[in-house]
């Protein structure tokens, strides 16, 4: 009987190409960039591509649905648009497809494409829209292919699949370990160019063409709140209140002082607050949290994960509704570790959308990842 289960449950996730393919024992973030990848020898290069826009629309299409949505990004965008497309075409047929795209999956493959645009010209891009369809839990490989080919580093990256039944954040964490450097926003799910939501979606992300002939949409009321030991944070904070709109920024201050000593805080006071998961007293208190909409949390990497008071300031305060956008940075702690203090602050921040935000020190990096928030000026 379990057996007979099993069959059914993985031919219930079977969907057609054109929505997407998904299938048993498969998960979206297990294919990283290898770590032998080069470059295809004497690759096929689009001499003849010539950019129109600062935003490029890339995906990647089987039958067509994604490239339908793709094309209705293009209309209303006005941006420039270009087709990943494997070297050898994938089978016609559905049955073969999966095979090929499972293989390729099992494999970590980065299939050679039918063309390439040069360096240059992606490198005049600020955004890119990557669109594709769910393909066993993930995006196909040839995205993956186009992804570790470029140097996307400063760049700001925005998704969108089409799929039956899977997920777009299935995908995400494969999007963002191959675009090295870039700053990767999860876009949405689609059926087809006759989706609705895709006008409303490029309108909350500021990209629709006609946007200056349209009513200006309310500015969010935004707190950029941090906590900054160093001064570096403190920096970055600054920076973001003189770029946001409608913006307050506002210190998390201790009640009792850190020590200037690093080692005294690295290996003392902080270490035993992180040990203890401790939450030390803050100083003063913000001003109607209430007329807040979203929090941009600021701070550094203390001991793994965000330093506890900043779990304090996220358990001092009703979150319930706001978005909290955190932003950090750190001179030697990976990725991996700005992670854990994302998945701390959605732990402090009940009732809150805590949403990936952006790890970097560099306020061109941060600035662009708000731009497609539309929370820029």
Known sequence: MKTILSALTCMLLIVALATGVAACNNNGGDNPPPYNYSRPENPNIDQSYVKTSDVLIVYFSKTNTTQSVAKSIQELTGADIFEIERKEP???????????????????????????????????????????????????????????????????????????????????????????????????????????????????????????????????????AYFSWGGTTRRIAENLGDKLTGSTVWEIVPAVPYSTDYNEVAYGRAKEEADGNARPEISGRVENMKGYDAVILCYPIWWHTAPMIVGTFLESYDFSGKDIYPVSQSASMSASQYEESVWFIKTCATGATVHDGVFSRDNSVIESYFAAQGLAA
Request: hydrophobic content about 35%; glycine content about 6%; some cysteine.
């Open 90 to 224: 994938y089978p016609e047929a559905y049955t073969p497809t999966t095979e090929v795209a499972e293989a390729e999956k099992n494999a970590n493959a980065r299939p050679e494409l039918k063309a390439y645009l040069p360096d240059t010209v992606i490198a005049q891009y600020e955004t890119i829209i990557l669109g594709f369809p769910i393909w066993w839990h993930t995006a196909p490989m040839p995205v993956l292919s186009f992804l570790n080919y470029y140097d996307l580093n400063g760049k700001n990256i925005i998704t969108f699949c089409t799929s039956g039944g899977s997920g777009i954040d299935e995908s995400t964490e494969d999007i963002k370990s191959n675009a090295k450097g870039a700053t990767v926003t999860e876009g949405r799910r689609f059926s087809g160019a006759s989706d609705g939501n895709i006008r409303s979606w490029l309108e909350e992300l500021h990209l629709l063409k006609d946007n200056e002939n349209q009513p200006s949409a309310p500015s969010k009321q935004v707190l950029v």
